[in-house]
């Protein structure tokens, strides 16, 4: 995850005559094929998925489509789980205005993904209902695939290269020491439970409330610096395609990334999704909810002679933060004369502060309508709305006057996730 201001300048590091030579040759190309499956054993109930394909950008237009695939972990309760299945989507789609391009509208994704993420948390805790979700968010469109993460339920992606690239992000407390900076600079406490006799058991958790991550949508009943704020990545697969998997932590907790992707390969979707489980729950016995989906990404004639792929131009078009996760054994020397990787990576964004996440750098003037909330796109009158900047501790980048802009609501919920509410507030509110 990164904490600096990791915007990627993706469109303004590529040569025009790169982005005019792919014009003519690879975006070209046919959408790819999408197949997908699923499979799950349940135990407590708290795992759902949505599969949806055939997602239409502009509504009653259906040449111009996306599939989503998202998975659902709930804990203390299906309730979070269940309301954030049935509306994310919708929040997602609100935040993202109609006029687009296509092109455009994949680049306002990842800030829209942050309004839909906070927007749903925001509404679950206003019905005043306990539980929480993890949410692992993929949304394919082509070649592009764009996941949104909170929680440990993780994302692979198993590029056609043989590659493996994790998607998501880890939440979970005992694992990242960032975001266990993070709670305790808002006001958390971070510890293992404590049996009474000095002894301390189980994994990091935060307290109040005893949660072991440290971001999900709902659990209004742990303090409000359990943020919605998803971890986004949006990668471009090469037109050889590739292989997603996302599951729960019932699965990650028996299975590596690589062995999840070892086990299946060569699999239809549905045979692999249920492999990855059967070796999950034989690996660790059915300890917990434990669910699969996978999605095969795949050209659209197979028969066609293979596309070579793109040259490396320029630095920064493929990002060595993709490291090959299982190369461990092989020497500097084999890397140095293997292919390069041809899973391009667009953009990537971990930091839980909204400032940081709804900014518009990108050249889009109409990604927020000038009156209406970049989270929850209500409409507010002039001088109504709240500058995202607003109290930032670094007046060098100060824009108060500037967009986006927070209405009221928005701007306490922001508020409260940095721990600039007192605890005494969100009791009351509560
Ligand atoms: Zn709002």
Redesign the pocket.
């Known amino acids: 995850m990164s904490t600096n201001n990791g915007h990627h300048h993706h469109h303004q590091m590529v040569p025009l005559a790169v982005l005019l030579k792919r014009e003519l040759t690879s975006e070209k190309i046919e959408k790819p094929e999408i197949i997908h499956g699923q499979a799950g054993h349940s135990k407590k109930g708290e795992d759902f998925t949505l599969l949806k394909t055939e997602c239409q950008r502009v509504p009653g237009d259906g040449t111009t489509t996306f599939s989503v695939f998202a998975l659902f972990d709930g804990h203390n309760g299906a309730a979070a789980a269940i309301y954030t299945r049935e509306n994310l989507l919708n929040n997602i789609v609100g935040a993202i205005p109609s006029d687009l391009s296509r092109d455009e509208w994949l680049a306002a994704l990842p800030r829209a993904l942050v309004a839909g993420f906070v927007k749903t948390d925001k509404d679950f805790q206003e019905k005043a209902q306990t539980s929480g979700t993890t949410v692992t968010f993929a949304i394919v469109d082509g070649w592009v695939i764009t996941v949104a993460s909170v929680g440990d339920s993780r994302c692979v992606l198993e590029s056609a290269e043989g590659s493996v690239y994790s998607l998501s992000a880890d939440h979970r407390l005992e694992e990242n020491e960032e975001e266990r900076e993070r709670i305790t600079a808002s006001g958390g406490e971070v510890g293992r439970l404590n049996t009474g006799g000095g002894a301390e058991i189980g994994p990091l958790r935060c307290w109040p409330g005893g949660l072991c991550l440290s971001r999900s949508i709902g659990d209004m009943d742990v303090g409000e610096f359990i943020v919605p704020v998803p971890y986004v990545k949006q990668v471009k697969l090469s037109t050889a395609g590739g292989r997603l998997i996302l599951s729960s932590d019932g699965v990650w907790d028996a299975l590596s990334s690589e062995a999840a992707v070892n086990c299946c390969r060569g699999m239809p979707p549905n045979t692999a999704a249920a492999q990855i489980v059967k070796e999950a729950v034989q690996f660790k016995g059915l300890r917990d909810d434990t669910t699969c989906i996978v999605v095969d990404i795949i050209p659209p004639d197979k028969l066609d002679p293979p596309v070579p792929p793109p040259k490396k131009q320029g630095k920064g078009v493929f990002k060595s933060i993709f490291r090959k996760k299982s190369s461990e054994s092989s020497s500097t020397i084999d890397r140095e004369f293997s292919e390069p990787d041809v899973v391009e990576e667009i953009f990537e964004e971990g930091s839980a502060m909204l400032a940081e996440r709804l900014d518009t750098e990108y050249p889009l003037c109409n990604m927020f309508k000038l009156f209406m ?1 970049a ?2 796109q ?1 409409e507010m009158k002039p001088k109504e709305g709240i500058s995202v900047h607003a109290g930032s501790s670094n007046p060098g980048k100060l824009r108060p006057w500037n967009g986006p802009f ?2 009221i ?2 701007q306490a919920k922001k508020e409260a996730m940095e721990g600039k509410r007192g605890i005494s507030t969100f009791l009351e509110k509560i």
């Open positions: 909330c989270v929850c209500v927070l209405c609501s928005c």
